[in-house]
């Protein structure tokens, strides 16, 4: 069964960084697609960043430039760098991964298309 874990929310200054990770068990993640997800109070939950196995990136306008999505299949953990950070990034963040064994080119940003999901780890910037 695959599970996801993330980790590295936090409370930072706008300007400051944080890296959030998400591992995953239950599966091998090298071959999914995955993403990154986050939803603020009242709003809808959004698309940040996805990647698929051939480490091919595709990020919503709003952090392009800012945020980096990466894995390191070794350690099956996908990661999500963010810099620059701003107060409207405050947020619950999720890992999101498709369940796939081969996920190639297919880099959605939509909710519906990612069959499991992480439990959330709250980012809050102050200004």
């Known amino acids: 069964q695959v599970q996801l874990v993330e980790s590295g929310g936090g409370s930072v200054q706008a300007g400051g960084s944080l890296r959030l990770s998400c591992a995953a068990s239950g599966y091998t993640s090298s071959g999914d697609c995955m993403g990154w997800f986050r939803q603020a109070p009242g709003k809808e939950r959004e698309g940040v960043a996805a990647?698929?196995?051939?480490?091919?990136?595709r990020y919503a306008d709003a952090v392009k430039g800012r945020f980096t999505i990466s894995k390191d299949s070794a350690k099956n953990t996908l990661f999500l760098q963010m810099n620059s950070l701003k107060p409207e990034d405050t947020a619950m963040y999720y890992c999101?991964?498709?369940?796939?064994?081969?996920?190639?080119?297919?880099?959605?940003?939509?909710?519906?298309?990612?069959?499991?999901w992480g439990q959330g780890t709250q980012v809050t910037v102050s200004s």
């Open positions: 999101a991964a498709r369940g796939s064994r081969l996920c190639i080119n297919y880099l959605r940003l939509e909710r519906a298309q990612y069959n499991y």
């Open positions: 990647i698929d196995s051939n480490g091919s990136t």
